[in-house]
T-cell receptor, first 114, second 117 residues
Framework: DGGITQSPKYLFRKEGQNVTLSCEQN?????MYWYRQDPGQGLRLIYY???????QKGDIAEGYSVSREKKESFPLTVTSAQKNPTAFYLC?????????????FGNGTRLTVT | GENVEQHPSTLSVQEGDSAVIKCTYS??????FPWYKQELGKRPQLIID?????GEKKDQRIAVTLNKTAKHFSLHITETQPEDSAVYFC????????????????FGKGTHLIIQP
């Protein structure tokens, strides 16, 4: 259910490797977001996109990159420059570009880097 | 930027009692305040939200109040049940009035609500 698909659910990588997390939505939402969740830290915004071919940095964008080539897709790349990449990553979307639209979340990807 | 503080970090109540979670925000321009519930291992889901043009909103056992002057808002759950056990997050929108549109939400750090049988 839900209309937002994140894959894979679990991901393991060696330190120094880049890794890309997938996020696809079929809700026809304009805006998409990536959040990082750590224990006791809540959800912190990494990147967001209001429209195709446009995206903006959030609060903790360092070490991450994104693209928005299609409305349905907003992949997140965790680069080797990210010092503490192990975390739970949540993708979300909202129907319009306004800042008072509810977020719909995917089921998340748990990334472990060793 | 926006800063959202949430208290308490853990709340344990007896089944049937009420639970209250409080949040404060820093940006007086924020005008949208949602609450999300996240069960263990699952995604956050919106349970209720309030906009700054109202002071209170209720949906069955859940209510949210907003005090714009004091910049705080609260979640109230009455007649708590075991299925209410979860982590609850408050949030406030950012970038309001900046022309940037959907700048996302700033979340509190969450409250782990435990319902004791």
């Amino acid at each position: 259910d839900g209309g937002i698909t994140q894959s894979p659910k679990y991901l393991f990588r060696k330190e120094g490797q880049n890794v890309t997390l997938s996020c696809e939505q079929n809700l026809n939402h304009d805006a998409m977001y990536w959040y990082r969740q750590d224990p006791g830290q809540g959800l912190r915004l990494i990147y967001y996109s209001q429209i195709v071919n446009d995206f903006q940095k959030g609060d903790i964008a360092e070490g991450y990159s994104v693209s928005r080539e299609k409305k349905e897709s907003f992949p997140l790349t965790v680069t080797s420059a990210q010092k503490n990449p192990t975390a739970f990553y949540l993708c979300a979307s909202s129907i319009v570009k306004g800042s008072d639209s509810p977020l719909h979340f995917g089921n998340g990807t748990r990334l472990t880097v060793t | 930027g926006e800063n959202v503080e949430q208290h308490p970090s853990t709340l344990s109540v007896q089944e049937g009692d009420s639970a209250v979670i409080k949040c404060t925000y820093s940006d007086s321009a924020s005008n949208y305040f949602p609450w999300y519930k996240q069960e263990l291992g699952k995604r956050p889901q919106l349970i209720i939200d309030i906009r700054s043009n109202v002071g209170e909103k209720k949906d069955q056992r859940i209510a949210v109040t907003l005090n714009k002057t004091a910049k705080h808002f609260s979640l109230h759950i009455t007649e708590t049940q075991p299925e209410d056990s979860a982590v609850y997050f408050c949030a406030a929108n950012v970038g309001v009035g900046s022309g940037g549109g959907a700048d996302g939400l700033t979340f509190g750090k969450g409250t782990h609500l435990i319902i004791q049988p």
